[in-house]
């Protein structure tokens, strides 16, 4: 649980300090969620070879070099002196933090019996949920009072304990102490590093090139897509592929993997867009920022033990739904935002937000491979991460596309109603001149007033931006409802102790 728990309060503290390393490191807004996406892509690729990296060094003994590697790269990140060597680090620790959550999951799932699993999750997510609760808060204490390079060194004794505490108790079990897995496919391995890379490029720079007009972008478009064909052909037809895509036959896998993919979109979206309103909208310290967003992690912690229970007794169908329902909810109430809210107005739909979660991070891994042989989990554990974070990151990439191309949208829609000629700016401007005209330099105040309201304008055109991208992603969530249908009842076996 603690390497999972030192990865997930990683991204969390990063979050709320988004705006501050772009100010640090002379870098837009959108230019420093490279941080987070270069970390995600970075994860994602090393996440399918998890498995085979486990048989061939020993699972103890590589869980162990994975926390050392993340542990470090958090070091030079919090060292960073341009954006370029912190996204540089970023992967680097991406490549270290990939193999954390599918192999501790590995080991928690065969360490119990398929009755046991629910509660067994439960557990393990009750402390990995602890991570959301402290990281927005703990980021934003660290950034205002520090420096945003703490919410990296912060990892270097959470990494040493975790690595203290594996080599204690971690045992590797006989079938991989005894087992050497077959030569990598690393053409394989190639294909989905080249597709997913070149991806992630063109989802982070499209917006700053405009897109298919620049000849690159194309380029890399067509790189990914070819790149994506080879490796499904090659992993098909090889025999010890490092992605069995064959799983996907199993229709619980299939469906458990579409609905983690929208539920990375939904998840790191929400999460990296409040800070970034909260912050540069609404002017809140990145501490204030922290403490509105983590009462998502309160809610998770209160629910995940009856959530734990219901696993195991209730329809994982009907928990799922009610899930992507609440999230919904939750966002959709955040869209309701204005520039004069509260921090209750966030706090409060982040704990139902919490709540609907947790009814999905449990039932989902459980019923997605609930119907897999035991033999199959470790390779479907990758690719159920792998995906989660593909979506996370694509996600992100597109909702800050999304909220500058409508942020342009908005202000061509609201500033043809401000003119000279609109009843609304002839009862406005005056006031506003006269305010500036008693300050100093009264014979500017006119063009003051201008740009006073056209600040105001670019204000509120960026508002009406988040508001459109949190109402996508709550239909987001709707359609997974839907999704969850089409999911096959998973009955539950009765096995001997």
Not at 14 to 40: K, M, Q, R
Not at 116 to 121: D, S
Request: proline share 5%; glycine share 8%; with cysteine.
């Amino acid at each position: 649980m603690l390497p999972t728990f030192m990865e997930v309060l990683d991204t969390t503290i990063v979050t709320v300090a988004v705006p501050h390393i772009a100010g640090s490191l002379s870098a837009s807004n959108d230019e420093a969620t490279w941080v987070l996406t270069s970390y995600l892509v970075s994860n994602a690729i090393v996440l399918p070879a998890s498995g085979w990296l486990a048989l061939y060094f020993g699972r103890k003994r590589f869980l162990t070099a994975c926390i050392a590697l993340f542990t470090l790269a958090s070091a030079l990140s919090g060292a960073a002196y341009s954006l370029g060597m912190l996204v540089a680090a970023r992967v680097l620790q991406g490549a270290g933090g990939g193999a954390l959550q599918p192999i501790s999951q590995a080991i928690l799932l065969e360490s119990f019996p398929p009755q046991k699993r629910g509660m067994a999750m439960a557990a393990f997510a009750f402390g990995v949920v602890v991570a959301p609760i402290v990281g927005p808060t703990l980021g934003g204490w660290l950034t205002d009072n520090y420096s945003w390079r703490w919410a990296f060194y912060i990892n270097i004794p959470v990494g040493a304990l975790a690595v203290l505490m594996i080599r204690t108790f971690v045992e590797d079990p006989p079938y991989v102490m005894g087992r050497r897995p077959e030569k990598i496919d690393w053409s394989g391995f190639g294909l989905m590093a080249v597709a997913l890379a070149a991806l992630q490029v063109v989802l982070d720079k499209g917006q700053q090139d405009n897109w298919f007009e620049a000849a690159w972008i194309r380029w890399f478009t067509a790189a990914s897509a070819v790149s994506l064909v080879l490796f499904i052909i090659r992993e098909l037809r090889a025999r010890e592929p490092i992605v069995r895509l064959r799983v996907f036959r199993n229709r619980n896998f299939a469906v458990g993997t579409l609905l983690i993919t929208l539920m990375g979109v939904a998840l790191y979206s929400a999460i990296t867009l409040i800070p970034l309103f909260l912050q540069t909208l609404m002017g809140y310290p990145a501490l204030n920022s922290g403490l509105a967003v983590s009462p998502r992690g309160i809610g998770a912690l209160m629910a995940m033990p009856v959530v734990g229970y219901l696993t195991d007794r209730a329809d994982f169908r009907k928990l799922i739904g009610v899930g992507f329902f609440l999230v919904a909810v939750s966002l959709w109430l955040i869209s309701g935002i204005n520039l004069e809210i509260s921090i209750w107005d966030i706090a409060l739909p982040s704990v139902l937000q919490g709540v609907g979660l947790s009814m999905l991070f449990i039932p989902l891994a459980t019923v997605a491979m609930g119907t897999l042989e035991q033999k199959e989990i470790g390779n479907a554990s990758g690719i159920f991460n792998l995906m989660r974070n593909v979506g996370g990151s694509a996600g992100i990439s597109l909702l800050i596309t999304y909220l500058a191309r409508h942020a342009q949208k908005n202000q061509t829609v609201l500033v043809s109603r401000l003119t000279p000629l609109d009843l609304p700016y002839q009862l406005k401007f005056p006031g506003i001149q006269n305010y500036f005209a008693s300050g100093p330099f009264p014979a500017e105040s006119a063009g003051k007033a201008k740009f006073f309201i056209y600040r105001s304008l670019l204000r509120q055109s960026q508002l009406l931006a988040y508001v459109q991208g949190f109402r996508f992603l709550a239909l987001v969530c709707l359609f997974c409802i839907a999704a969850a249908l089409l999911f096959k009842r998973v009955k539950r076996r009765r096995m001997p102790a």
